[in-house]
């Protein structure tokens, strides 16, 4: 029984430190121009075939992630 109880406690521990731990962890700000940027970078990139090539080019050095 002692040994069972002591092993508790010791969970007990563990979990509260934990959770201290995963309560430190904060999430991101958020931040309206990155989203805006995202946003209209996917936008392009739906209308990438209608684009031209040289606008591509240039629009590619902003949105990153666009697949030709």
Known sequence: MNAHF???VFCLIATMATAQELAKIVAPEPNPCKDSLNALCQIINNLKDQIPKDKM????????PIYY
């Open 57 to 64: 080019s240039e629009i590619s050095k902003i949105c990153t």
């Open 6 to 8: 002591i092993c508790l």
